[in-house]
């Protein structure tokens, strides 16, 4: 399999046909054609054999589905609509065509779910797979969610119940429709991929506000410490103000206070979550 | 140095200021604001150890000048403005916050000079040190150079001489105005990333047309099979009908042809170049 044929195969199965795409795979660019009235949010991602994932417990669709379910997860975190991705993707020394084919299948099926178009990306070679996911997703202009809205009083919620193991957790589907169900109302977000008491540390930090979280719906089997640190959870953690309509599916843990600190039922809730500078 | 520390520090030396850019680093996604009448480009490119770049005859900051180069050069081939960009980037266990600091002082040089906004990534940690850049172009509305244009009849050129060891040229300087003072005339566009021979396929095949190629302007110190199939030149490869003005610095090396083949002085030209999938 050469370069060529590979970027072939990719764009024969992209199909990508978004009229706001002018051109997709193939080009040294994508071209998206703006609109006024919108903003654009942008992430990017990485997923990494042996940091992310490993092999064989991860299927090459899991790890299609995966890389883009990360990148997913943060559009939605801003109450974002998905538009177009681009994938950098280095293929190992034992993935063939069938198993890049298979790559493949799995990012785009969830893809195709979230009407995602797969615009162009990168491809390389290295000792161990590796993807960098980028997602662009467009609101409503000075509507998308960010972390840093999160008033006094608000309340706090999430969007299920947590605690996830990113060894069994290979298919996550990303919380696209809860984000844009709580755009009109939330006053910050941010989705849970490193563990509740990180994130809410994070959304607090930059909202300059402090937390007291009452109760944490832990999943069926995971244990609180997992719950609070675990990560891998692809929820949206939010606020909204006392008294709005909270979407069916919504879970309410507590509430924001002044800046003096993060507590769970009273005691000092610590920031424990996956930092990847730590390892 | 934990993640959270370590985003601080790139944010600061970041410092967005542009004034589109309505979110940057800290967010789940950075938020851009769209315009109308315009058209956003977008390309993403690896950069990783081992395979682009080996340690210490890259520095850090060569790595970092270099992973923005990748990313700006394919916005240059576009005829379009660089915009922002965004770098996913893991540390390798030896690649302390010093390393980081010059890394991206590297990056940031770079970005400076050709108004390139830092406006979010992501950060992991590897057994080696893997960059993924994407960077946002933004070029009047269909207006963008693409591969797919070139004519029977066109004259084939390029932006400079050819000839470039990757292993020597650590700073290349992306051909960003030159990209621009041909968007007017020309009629398609490629970046000479990947050799000559092989980046000229690329563009015949997309447009459908053969080449005849007269001569190569080899750099002193090159060969001529190092100009048609080293890669790494970070030139411009262009057609534009004859007869039309070609700016400063431009080099003719040929005319577009009927789509019966790639010639250069009678013989086939084969497309020789890097092919990652092929190592």
Known sequence: MTERDAIRRIARKAQASNPRLIAGIGDDCAIWRSAAGEDLVFTTDFLLEGVHFTRPLYSAPDIGHKALARGLSDIAAM????????????????????????????????AKKFDTTLAGGDLSHADRVLCDIVVCGSVPRGKALRRDGARLGDLIFVSGPLGRDWREYRRPVPRIEFG?????????????????????????????????????????????????????????????????????GSIRIGRITRDDGIFLQGQPLEARGYDHLQQ
């Open 180 to 248: 844009l169900s709580i755009r009109a109302i939330a006053t910050s977000c941010i989705d849970i991929t490193d563990g509740l008491s990180l994130d809410l540390h994070r959304l607090c930090e930059a909202s300059g506000v402090g937390a007291e979280v009452d109760c944490v719906p832990v999943r069926k089997g995971a244990t609180l410490e997992q719950a609070l640190g675990a990560g891998e959870d692809y929820e949206l953690l939010w606020t909204m103000p006392d008294g709005a309509a909270a979407p069916k």
């Open 79 to 110: 109450g974002a609509s998905p538009q177009f991705c681009l994938l950098s993707l280095a293929l190992a020394p034992n993935c063939d065509q069938r198993w890049m084919d298979s790559f493949y299948a799995g990012l785009l099926k969830l």
